[in-house]
């Protein structure tokens, strides 16, 4: 049995300074649990009560005559590791800790937190908080947080703030419809994880949908794998806070420099299949669309509007959500334009054009046709739907009810998902129109807004798309290189943890990715000429190689279109002495150079982007793509996602950025060689994952084009640290 299953379902729940107090947290929890009906046994624990509510009272936690299951603990902070060494002694399988003043305090509190901790793991009882607001489970009538009216269903909400909890349960009961499962306010995550609620999540039989609130996460790569477990059977909503926080700064790389908190915490969480809300006021509309309806099988939408403007306005909001609008077939066309009046458009957005003005039973029968059309994956109903007897005659409402029950019944038979935006549906319970409750209480989601309505259906398309990612293949993974083996033995052995260029170029080349362009390390200007004439005497790009002098463009290190032998002496001189100077002035008296990289200049017309690895606190390597160039950091058009890759990994990351056109080939010219893009960052994950010795690595820029690819810059950062081994671990 899961370990968390006696918190969640307890049969029996002992309350640790439970109160007579009314206004204390002791009594209202004991209060709660018997107005809900609470099946299980509630032992109050106060020393100087005999009964509280009607129920004994015992002294200490030794006194209870039989089994505990949870401990709700209501006691200050400095009394919990004598609390929680009293629940092992006593069998308790779970404590929840309300009090604060623990690590969120300082150091002391830290001190106590630790203390506490080391307790329960001695004695194996598994501790929800401490500061956390408490939890509760409908359908185990266990409701210790003080909720009142909750509505059972198949929602679970895991919050890293009360408030945001409280925020959400009051918003699904005004919706009338939501129902929860369960929730937890993880508090100070002391012993339970986050990840570990996932788990239980992933298995409790009466969730069927996860809302998680993260402020941060205490171990975000184990996240991750129990995120991407759970996303296959259910789908999670996740709000990330702490959008605006400003990116980590690096000097030394420009992934580093970029990878802000929120951008590749946005893409790691979609790459392990969660869906994001962007918006908190979206959460819960997200939540319950995912609990009532299918995943989408594609991005494809049918769009029935009963009005020009809302078909417009749908169209919009679709191809704003990267959603397409749906060619339908010749067969659909001309059993729409049958049963509607000319007038009508039937291409799609479908607008009936005043056809359902007498005869809103249309509705239904043009929602057949178009779930009929192979070509759907989804349909988005918009206008006036449900509200009809309202704006125009009383007597459309029972054709309306009739109307809404084949709707619904058409998304169960089709399997495909459907989305009601109605005018009416802000209306509160007591004045909707009756259609549109019916409609929902089938299991169709219906909304006020339009843009939240198509937001709702990207989610289903994302779900859809997170439960069809493939696993990990064995060419995803690769075994350690000998060579760079023993390029990173050198580097540790000379004191640097920088990889030079052409020990980083020979890397990559072991892991499978082709540079298509050659490169020659030259020790001294006749070197250079050397490489100069191997190349076909084409022009050139040269520039400094030495661990010391990591900006070479700044250095002056770079000469660019050489073409021929007396300028290729020139070049190397110049480089050379631009490259001293710089470094001294740099505090470096005697730089490290091992020479000068001598490459053929790329061809003209590719488009520059730049991939990089780095190596993020939190969440361990992730991979970089976006437009390269110098304008990288000012543009910041770029995407993150966990090492290692896939191949649909690699590939969503290329359509992700707000540039993608670009990569398809704009204004005549062709697209690039997204194949080849693909597999170079596939070689790249490959690298840096069988080497957590890389720190950061650099590919800028890379010059994309409609016939291969040339890595013209790289980078390679070694970390100072060497890696822990399992043993070590």
């Known amino acids: 049995m899961n370990t968390l299953y006696p918190v969640f379902y307890p049969k029996s729940i002992a309350v640790v300074g439970a109160s007579k107090d009314p206004t204390?947290?002791?009594?209202?929890?004991?209060?709660?649990?018997?107005?809900?009906?609470f099946p299980g046994e509630i032992y109050p624990v106060n020393p100087r009560e005999v009964s509280i509510l009607g129920r004994i009272a015992y002294p200490t936690l030794a006194h209870v005559p039989d089994s505990i299951d949870l401990a709700l603990i209501c006691t200050p902070a400095r009394t919990l590791p004598d609390v929680i060494a009293q629940c092992g002694a006593r069998g308790v399988k779970g404590a929840v800790v309300l009090a604060g003043g623990f690590a969120e305090a300082g150091e002391e509190g830290a001190e106590l937190q630790a203390r506490m901790v080391e307790e329960a793991v001695r004695?194996?009882?598994?501790?929800?908080?401490?500061?956390?607001?408490?939890?509760?489970?409908?359908?185990?009538?266990?409701?210790?947080?003080?909720?009142?009216?909750?509505?059972?269903?198949?929602?679970?909400?895991?919050?890293q703030s009360g408030n945001m909890a409280l925020s959400l349960v009051t918003e699904a009961q005004a919706n009338g419809y939501?129902?929860?499962?369960?929730?937890?306010?993880?508090?100070?995550e002391s012993d339970i994880q986050f990840h570990e609620y996932l788990e239980f999540l992933r298995v409790d039989e009466n969730t069927q949908v996860v809302i998680a609130y993260i402020e941060g996460l205490k171990d975000g790569r184990t996240f991750l794998e129990s995120l991407q477990r759970i996303t296959r059977e259910k789908p999670v909503v996740i709000y990330k806070s702490g959008r605006t926080n400003a990116g980590r700064k690096s000097a030394q790389s420009h992934t580093g420099a970029l990878a802000g908190n929120y951008a590749v915490s946005e893409g790691v969480l979609k790459q392990a299949g969660a869906v994001l809300a962007r918006k908190s006021d979206e959460i819960l509309s997200l939540a319950e669309t995912l609990s009532l309806l299918p995943p989408m099988a594609g991005r494809r939408v049918a769009v029935l509007a009963d009005g020009g403007g809302h078909a417009t306005i749908a169209a919009d909001a679709l191809s704003e959500q990267n959603l397409q609008i749906a060619t339908l077939s010749d067969a659909t066309k001309a059993r729409l334009s049958a049963i509607l009046p000319s007038s009508a458009t039937i291409a799609n957005p479908v607008d009936v054009a005043g056809g359902t003005d007498s005869n809103p039973a249309l509705f239904a029968e043009c929602a057949a046709i178009l779930m009929a059309d192979p070509a759907v994956d989804a349909l988005l109903i918009t206008g006036l739907f449900g509200g009809y007897g309202v704006r125009f005659s009383h007597t459309l409402t029972e054709v309306e009810l009739e109307t809404s029950r084949r709707v619904a019944s058409i998304c169960t038979e089709s399997g495909k998902p459907v989305i009601v935006h109605s005018l009416y549906g802000s209306l509160g319970a007591d004045q909707r129109p009756r259609p549109l409750s019916i409609i929902r209480e089938l299991g169709v989601p219906v909304h006020d807004s339009l843009e939240l309505s198509v937001r709702c259906l990207e989610a289903l398309a994302a779900w859809g798309e997170a439960r069809r990612r493939p696993n990990l293949g064995?060419?995803?993974?690769?075994?350690?290189?000998?060579?760079?083996?023993?390029?990173?033995?050198?580097?540790?052995?000379?004191?640097?943890?920088?990889?030079?260029?052409?020990?980083?170029r020979q890397a990559l080349e072991d892991a499978g990715v082709k540079m298509f362009t050659a490169a020659r390390l030259a020790s001294s200007a006749d070197d250079a000429v050397v490489a100069f004439e191997s190349m076909g005497r084409v022009p050139v790009a040269m520039k400094i190689v030495s661990c010391d002098i990591v900006h070479k463009t700044e250095a002056g290190g770079v000469k660019l279109n050489i073409s021929n032998t007396s300028s290729?002496?020139?070049a190397y001189a110049t480089i050379l002495a631009n490259s001293t100077t710089y470094a001294r002035a740099h505090g470096q008296e005697n730089p490290n150079v091992a020479g000068v990289l001598v490459t053929p200049m790329a061809p003209s017309g590719g488009v520059?982007?730049?991939?990089?690895?780095?190596?993020?606190?939190?969440?361990?390597?992730?991979?970089?793509?976006?437009?390269?160039?110098?304008?990288?950091?000012?543009?910041?058009?770029?995407?993150?996602?966990?090492?290692?890759?896939?191949?649909?990994?690699?590939?969503?990351?290329?359509?992700e950025i707000r540039a993608s056109q670009v990569l398809d080939g704009v204004r005549g010219s062709r697209p690039v060689d997204k194949d080849a893009l693909v597999q170079l960052m596939l070689g790249v994950s490959r690298l840096c994952t069988a080497f957590p010795e890389i720190a950061e690595l650099d590919l800028n820029p890379v010059m994309a084009y409609p016939e291969g690819i040339r890595v013209l810059d790289v980078r390679i950062l070694l970390d100072p640290k060497p890696p822990l081994t399992s043993r070590e671990n």
């Open 178 to 188: 939501i129902g929860l499962s369960i929730y937890v306010g993880i508090g100070n």
């Open 568 to 570: 290729v002496r020139g």
């Open 24 to 37: 204390k947290r002791g009594f209202r929890s004991i209060q709660k649990l018997i107005d809900d009906g």
């Open 608 to 655: 520059e982007v730049i991939i990089g690895v780095v190596r993020d606190p939190l969440y361990g390597p992730v991979l970089m793509f976006g437009l390269g160039g110098v304008l990288v950091e000012v543009l910041r058009d770029v995407v993150f996602r966990s090492l290692p890759l896939t191949e649909t990994d690699a590939r969503s990351m290329l359509g």
């Open 123 to 159: 004695c194996g009882v598994r501790i929800v908080g401490p500061n956390t607001s408490g939890i509760f489970n409908t359908h185990a009538q266990a409701n210790i947080v003080g909720f009142s009216d909750l509505k059972r269903g198949g929602i679970a909400l895991v919050s």
């Open 474 to 504: 064995a060419n995803d993974v690769s075994p350690r290189s000998g060579s760079f083996q023993g390029v990173i033995e050198n580097c540790r052995r000379e004191g640097r943890h920088v990889v030079l260029e052409h020990e980083a």
